[in-house]
């Protein structure tokens, strides 16, 4: 495997004159170079890079306040939406208290009755996949600064044990590989 990256072409990708300069804006670009970067370079980096851990643990706790702002708007909305389908059926249910009306009368109320209580299925079973997709989401979203905590310590160093040698003459060719 080539490693096309230097540790000074990364930073001149990234627009900074060190690691110490790293922004939260910064780490995604960062993050996007490691598989072209040799284990020993983006080591090199995170240690020049002393917020790593408060960046990449800053970036856990926004995406945790969006996927809870998310919930809150969601359980806002569904209590709105039961209210208004309970409204509906309490004003039915008091239209069947009246004895003065006919079977027919009674039938459509109970028709509309069920298409109410069949809406608030239906919103149950669309909330539901909603919540998935954000659960999905967090998934996803962990599970890539798994990898790429993995990648820049674990997997790549192991790779470049077994004689891969990096090739960063080639400048040129570099420089169209990743654009930040």
Do not use: W
Request: with cysteine; net charge negative; glycine share 4%.
């Amino acid at each position: 495997m080539k490693y096309t990256l230097s540790e000074k072409k990364v930073l001149k990708k990234l627009g900074i004159p060190d690691f110490r300069h790293m922004t939260k804006e910064k780490v995604m670009s960062f993050a996007s170079m490691l598989p072209y970067m040799d284990p020993e370079v983006a080591k090199k980096a995170l240690e020049q890079f002393p917020s790593f851990k408060d960046l990449a643990g800053d970036m856990v706790n926004q995406y945790k306040l969006i996927v809870d702002k998310a919930f809150k708007e969601n359980r806002i909305s569904q209590q709105a939406f039961y209210e208004a389908c309970n409204s509906i059926i309490s004003s039915l249910q008091e239209e069947l208290r009246d004895n003065e009306i006919d079977s027919v009368e009674r039938a459509r109320i109970e028709d509309n009755m069920i298409k109410v209580a069949a809406m608030i299925g239906e919103k149950d079973r669309e909330n539901k996949g909603m919540i998935l997709k954000i659960l999905s989401g967090v998934a996803l979203f962990f599970g890539g600064i798994i990898t790429i905590c993995a990648n820049i310590l674990g997997s790549n160093s192991r790779l470049s044990h077994r004689g891969n040698q990096v090739d960063d003459s080639d400048e040129d060719e570099d420089d169209n590989i990743i654009d930040v």
